[in-house]
């Protein structure tokens, strides 16, 4: 993994990024790019079916692209009637919806059928601008990638593209009774690997997961950490106030689950470490409130119920509190409210909402998986947990029960090193990649022509 690390630098390095052929963002930056998310808009509330961390990630860059004078379009499919065709989200960001299936009642697994639909509709909407309309494609996740690769083959433009997750290392940390991700996945992200002119990897463990399970080369990949939004995701009036704008107890440890609720997050490992902390200290029954915030989506749709049936089995019904999804900046209070974020999660190819919890100035205890290392510093933001084991989550709770100056001590720090996540550096060095493909993108056409 060093390769990417010394190559591509650290998030505080990230603006300074260089590339092979000792090429940096000196060269023409395009000034157009068409934006692929298929399956989720960015329009819709992270927390709810399908929208997430992706959605949010996808939204800070278009503006902050925009911003640096990078025009931005992001398609995405339609999934009401009454939304117009083309909405500006923000000056430089216009979204455009595409009719490609039904409305409503379309799973994530069945969109592969639609994106024949899907890719006339960005057709149709590329025929009636100018030649050279777009610089370049940046597709998100495998849906958009398998669109974003006609789309650039097309227009004779490069695809840039950020897988998110892969059905490959989702397949090798599965949770118990979680659904393996399909073959046609594994086959399509195969050849979005080998058609893109460059890959944005969140972290340097992506980086090398996708050379070692995908083949992709390596100097192709490019390291951008995501960014977070830090004037909205900041410490503001302190714990006290979001507690009382929340109607939560000043004095209670608060563990806080926020995301969707699915298998893949374990939410469940939340409630089962709780149960394992009463069970050993039952006074801290009246001094301690679980807020679970988020809806059920993927294969979590299945069971809605499922984690309120659990809470129920394991008799700490009492102390959790169910709450729907919410936006960002109410999002932003409860992480400021809670003593910690937990985030068991089997996968994380980031991790965005540690860092955004870090950012309010609230610690974290994560799963030892994917991104989250370069998201959690250990023993300094937070604790990071190797394995499930519930045991384990609430040995860490435990230390935050018994001494509560933890929250603020390792607070203080978790807000120090979240400063480091902003998203004009992540923005930045997303517009080099670009940069870079076209650069190599020109050469190739130049040799093929020449």
């Given at each position: 993994m060093s390769q990417y690390v010394s190559r591509l630098g650290s998030t505080r390095t990230a603006a300074r990024l260089r590339?092979?052929?000792?090429?940096?963002?000196?060269?023409?930056?395009?000034?157009?790019?068409?934006?692929?998310?298929?399956?989720?808009?960015?329009?819709?509330?992270?927390?709810?079916?399908?929208?997430?961390?992706?959605?949010?990630?996808?939204v800070e860059l278009a503006k902050r692209l925009a911003a640096i004078n990078i025009e931005v379009e992001i398609f995405t499919r339609a999934t009401t009637g009454s939304l117009a065709p083309a909405v500006e989200l923000a000056p430089g960001v216009l979204v455009r919806h595409v009719d490609a299936g039904p409305y409503e009642g379309l799973a994530k697994e069945d969109l592969p059928a639609q994106l024949c639909a899907f890719t006339h509709g960005v057709m149709q909407?590329?025929?009636g601008q100018r030649p050279?309309?777009?610089?370049?494609?940046?597709?998100?996740?495998?849906?958009?990638?398998?669109?974003?690769?006609?789309?650039?083959?097309?227009?004779?433009?490069?695809?840039?593209?950020?897988?998110h997750t892969m059905a490959k290392v989702k397949n090798a940390a599965l949770a118990e009774g979680d659904?393996?991700?399909?073959?046609?996945?594994v086959i399509g992200e195969t050849q979005i690997v080998n058609a893109s002119d460059r890959l944005i990897a969140n972290t340097a463990e992506e980086a090398d997961e996708?050379?070692?399970?995908?083949?992709a080369d390596p100097a192709a990949v490019a390291v951008v950490h995501p960014g977070v939004n830090l004037d909205r995701f900041r410490p503001a009036d302190g714990?006290?106030?979001?507690?009382?704008?929340?109607?939560?107890?000043?004095?209670?440890?608060?563990?806080l689950f926020a995301g969707r609720i699915q298998p893949l997050k374990a939410p469940d490992v939340l409630l089962r470490a709780v149960a394992v902390l009463l069970d050993r200290d039952p006074s801290l029954r009246s001094r301690i409130v679980v807020p679970v915030v988020g809806g059920p989506s993927g294969s979590g749709l299945a069971k809605p119920e499922g984690l309120q049936k659990l809470a129920a089995r394991l008799g700490i019904a009492d102390v959790v509190r169910f709450c729907?999804?919410?936006?960002?900046?109410?999002?932003?209070?409860?992480?400021?409210?809670?003593?910690?974020?937990?985030?068991?999660?089997?996968?994380?190819?980031?991790?965005?909402?540690?860092?955004?919890?870090?950012?309010?100035g609230t610690p974290v205890v994560a799963a030892a998986v994917g991104g989250l290392p370069v998201a959690v510093r250990d023993e300094v933001s937070g604790f990071l947990i190797p394995g499930h084991e519930p045991e384990a989550y609430a040995r860490a709770l435990g230390r935050f029960a018994d001494a509560p100056e933890l929250v603020e001590r390792m607070g203080e720090a978790a807000a120090a090193?979240?400063?480091s996540f902003g998203w004009d550096t992540a923005a930045s060095a997303t517009a080099d990649v670009y940069t870079a493909a076209l650069c190599d993108h020109r050469r190739r056409a130049r040799t093929h022509h020449g």
């Amino acid at each position: 993994m060093s390769q990417y690390v010394s190559r591509l630098g650290s998030t505080r390095t990230a603006a300074r990024l260089r590339f092979p052929g000792g090429f940096s963002g000196a060269s023409r930056k395009p000034r157009r790019i068409a934006m692929l998310s298929v399956h989720t808009s960015p329009l819709h509330q992270p927390g709810t079916g399908d929208a997430g961390g992706m959605n949010v990630y996808i939204v800070e860059l278009a503006k902050r692209l925009a911003a640096i004078n990078i025009e931005v379009e992001i398609f995405t499919r339609a999934t009401t009637g009454s939304l117009a065709p083309a909405v500006e989200l923000a000056p430089g960001v216009l979204v455009r919806h595409v009719d490609a299936g039904p409305y409503e009642g379309l799973a994530k697994e069945d969109l592969p059928a639609q994106l024949c639909a899907f890719t006339h509709g960005v057709m149709q909407a590329w025929a009636g601008q100018r030649p050279g309309y777009y610089d370049l494609v940046h597709s998100h996740y495998w849906l958009s990638g398998q669109v974003g690769w006609l789309a650039a083959q097309r227009w004779g433009v490069p695809l840039v593209h950020a897988m998110h997750t892969m059905a490959k290392v989702k397949n090798a940390a599965l949770a118990e009774g979680d659904t393996p991700e399909p073959p046609a996945r594994v086959i399509g992200e195969t050849q979005i690997v080998n058609a893109s002119d460059r890959l944005i990897a969140n972290t340097a463990e992506e980086a090398d997961e996708l050379v070692r399970f995908y083949g992709a080369d390596p100097a192709a990949v490019a390291v951008v950490h995501p960014g977070v939004n830090l004037d909205r995701f900041r410490p503001a009036d302190g714990r006290a106030a979001a507690r009382a704008r929340l109607g939560l107890p000043q004095d209670a440890l608060i563990p806080l689950f926020a995301g969707r609720i699915q298998p893949l997050k374990a939410p469940d490992v939340l409630l089962r470490a709780v149960a394992v902390l009463l069970d050993r200290d039952p006074s801290l029954r009246s001094r301690i409130v679980v807020p679970v915030v988020g809806g059920p989506s993927g294969s979590g749709l299945a069971k809605p119920e499922g984690l309120q049936k659990l809470a129920a089995r394991l008799g700490i019904a009492d102390v959790v509190r169910f709450c729907p999804p919410v936006g960002q900046d109410l999002l932003a209070d409860w992480f400021r409210a809670a003593s910690v974020l937990v985030m068991p999660s089997y996968s994380e190819s980031f991790g965005l909402v540690a860092i955004e919890a870090q950012a309010t100035g609230t610690p974290v205890v994560a799963a030892a998986v994917g991104g989250l290392p370069v998201a959690v510093r250990d023993e300094v933001s937070g604790f990071l947990i190797p394995g499930h084991e519930p045991e384990a989550y609430a040995r860490a709770l435990g230390r935050f029960a018994d001494a509560p100056e933890l929250v603020e001590r390792m607070g203080e720090a978790a807000a120090a090193h979240a400063q480091s996540f902003g998203w004009d550096t992540a923005a930045s060095a997303t517009a080099d990649v670009y940069t870079a493909a076209l650069c190599d993108h020109r050469r190739r056409a130049r040799t093929h022509h020449g």
